[in-house]
């Protein structure tokens, strides 16, 4: 299944939960938020994104605290659904989603190119999934976008 597939589904489970999802992204940048809006009808669902690429701004505008990101860094499944949770409280939405990981070229905090973390905070609470994705940026963010996006699904069914 394809993202843009992925979230046809996405917004189609939102809807029929009468639920919204907002987004956290660090590694994505927003396309994780583009690809749900490019949905039509995601006006209804899609509360809006916050784009957290620095530490400093994780904990200033996603509420991650700081010693966490002290400890273990940014690229971590604690750090995920910590950016899940405050994006859903930030964002007033039913659902968030975060991602957080290395693209490349290089490694990050001694982390390889092509980890992922994505997590989805909900009223049942935040679940998250370690991804390795192969390929360029391009794919990692792309695969990072995708994986999001099923963990986001597996929380709506």
Same mark, same amino acid.
């Given at each position: ?30 396309? &994780?938020? /583009?690809? %749900?809006?490019? @949905? =039509? ?6 509360? $809006?994104?916050?784009? #957290?690429?620095? !530490?400093? &701004?994780? /904990?200033? %505008?996603?509420? @991650? =605290? ?6 273990? $860094?940014?690229?971590? #499944?604690?750090? !995920?659904?910590?950016? /899940? ?73």
């Amino acid at each position: 299944m394809t993202a843009t597939l992925a979230a046809t589904e996405v917004v189609a489970a939102l809807r029929d939960h009468t639920a919204t999802v907002s987004t956290a992204e660090s590694l994505t940048a927003g396309l &994780l938020c /583009a690809t %749900l809006v490019d @949905v =039509p009808g995601a006006s209804e669902v899609v509360r $809006g994104g916050i784009v #957290a690429y620095s !530490a400093d &701004l994780k /904990a200033e %505008l996603l509420g @991650v =605290p700081e010693d966490l990101l002290a400890r273990v $860094g940014t690229v971590d #499944a604690e750090t !995920a659904a910590a950016m /899940a949770t405050g994006g859903r409280r930030r964002l007033g939405s039913s659902f968030a989603v975060a991602t957080t990981g290395v693209a490349g070229p290089d490694p990050v905090e001694g982390k390889p190119v092509g980890l992922v973390f994505v997590a989805v905070a909900g009223p049942g609470g935040c679940d998250t999934r370690r991804l390795r994705v192969r390929g360029d940026r391009a794919a990692v963010r792309a695969g990072a976008v995708r994986g999001a996006l099923d963990l986001l699904l597996d929380a709506l069914r």
